[in-house]
Every structure is written in structure tokens, then in C-alpha cells.
């Protein structure tokens, strides 16, 4: 069993739409949870950071943490063709190295 | 958010020759870098960790001679990929954390190609 599971899509939406992108992991001793977007032939950029369980809000992005499912959630409100790209999640305990998930492929349709 | 500046974005070289990747913190001071190897619609796979004045810790399978790491400053590393083969062409990608920091920032990522 990987650590981090995440559907590699293709997730095409409307624009407009609200999206939803998950992950789910293992080790329950992850701590800190983050979600990254990539455009192709690009690095990642960081799009939120949480801390243990819990939700958080940026504009149009909402972070979720539910350590007790080992779940955590990204939600994109108003979906624009420029979200289109791969979002990643990734976690880390604290130690060692960071995990990260495949990678959904979003495609946002104008 | 914190910088990450990586060159060049685009390499192009001979096979056997060697290929230097700079990877610089640019408002912070970047206690840790890590390396990272991307194929196409593929996640990051980590090569390598490196922390400041010390020698990388290179993951299963990546071979050190071949990777060369070094983290001289707290600004800078550079990844030198020596007698490049084909086989080495890929998407390379550093990134960074300042101490105390969890938030992991990367860099624009270098695309070698070795013909």
C-alpha cells in the first residue's frame, strides 16, 4: 500500500465549477499537510499549508484535514481555465522526508 | 510565499558531457534542499537531501558519483549531473525549507536533454 493515494485524473470540470481533489495516506504520523500546483514543464507552487486536522480557506481554495479518515481534500470555488494543471498533495511528520501524492490532472473547460 | 530561483530552465548537451543545476533561496536562508527527478506525468521522486556545509543523503538507488550535490551556503546548491547519458535526460527540480519552516518551496525546475 503507497503512502498517499491520489486519482491521476483526467478531472475535467466547467468553468465555473466547484472542484474537489483528495488524497489519502497511511501514517498516521503525518503532520502537516500541503497542496501544490503544477503547470506542465513547471515547478511546483504551494498553494495551502495546514496543520493537523482541520479546514482552511484562501480565496478561492479551501484546505480540509480530517486526520481521524486519513483524508485531506483541496476545493476549488469558481473554477477557471487557468486551474487547469496537476495539483499535488503532499504531508510530512516532521522527520525524514516528504510524501508526495501522483498528482490529479484538472482540466477546466471554458 | 519564499523564492526559489533555479538555472538554467533548459539544457541541452553531448552525452558525456557534465551539467551543473543551480539552485538559490533568494529571501531566505534555505537550511535544507532537496533534489528531485520528474518523467513526464509522473510525481517528484527524491534523489537526494542536503543541508548546509554537511554531505547529501542520496536515496535507494540514486547513484552519488554520477549526482553530485553540494549545499556550500545557506543560499545555494547546485546538482551536477556528470558524463550525462541519455538515460539522465529528465525534468530536474530543487527545492528548499528555512529552519523552523515546514512549508516546502520549490524551484522552476531544469529540463536536461542529453542527445
Known amino acids: 500500500q503507497k503512502e498517499v493515494e491520489q486519482d491521476p485524473g483526467p478531472l475535467s470540470v466547467p468553468e465555473g465549477a466547484i472542484v474537489s481533489l483528495n488524497c489519502t495516506y497511511s501514517?498516521?504520523?503525518?503532520?502537516?499537510f500541503m497542496w501544490y500546483r503544477q503547470y506542465s514543464r513547471k515547478g511546483p507552487e504551494l498553494l495551502m499549508y495546514t496543520y493537523s486536522s482541520g479546514n482552511k480557506e484562501d480565496g478561492r481554495f479551501t484546505a480540509q484535514v480530517d486526520k481521524s479518515s486519513k483524508y485531506i481534500s483541496l476545493f476549488i470555488r469558481d473554477s477557471q481555465p487557468s486551474d487547469s494543471a496537476t495539483y499535488l498533495c503532499?504531508?510530512?511528520?516532521?522527520?525524514?522526508?516528504?510524501?508526495f501524492g501522483t498528482g490529479t490532472r484538472l482540466k477546466v473547460l471554458a | 510565499g519564499a523564492v526559489v530561483s533555479q538555472h538554467p530552465s533548459r539544457v541541452i548537451c553531448k552525452s558525456g558531457t557534465s551539467v551543473k543545476i543551480e539552485c538559490r533561496s533568494l529571501d531566505f536562508q534555505a537550511t535544507t534542499m532537496f533534489w528531485y527527478r520528474q518523467f513526464p506525468k509522473q510525481s517528484l521522486m527524491l534523489m537526494a537531501t542536503?543541508?548546509?556545509?554537511?554531505?547529501?543523503?542520496?536515496e535507494q538507488g540514486v547513484e552519488k558519483d554520477k549526482f553530485l550535490i553540494n549545499h556550500a551556503s545557506l543560499t545555494l546548491s547546485t546538482l551536477t549531473v556528470t558524463s550525462a547519458h541519455p538515460e539522465d535526460s529528465s525534468f530536474y527540480i530543487c527545492?528548499?525549507?528555512?529552519?523552523?519552516?515546514?512549508?516546502?518551496?520549490f524551484g522552476s525546475g531544469t529540463q536536461l536533454s542529453v542527445l
Open positions: 527545492s528548499a525549507t528555512a529552519n523552523g519552516d515546514e512549508k516546502l518551496f
Open positions: 542536503s543541508n548546509e556545509g554537511s554531505k547529501a543523503t542520496y
Open positions: 501514517n498516521s504520523a503525518f503532520q502537516y
Open positions: 503532499a504531508m510530512w511528520s516532521g522527520t525524514y522526508k516528504y510524501i
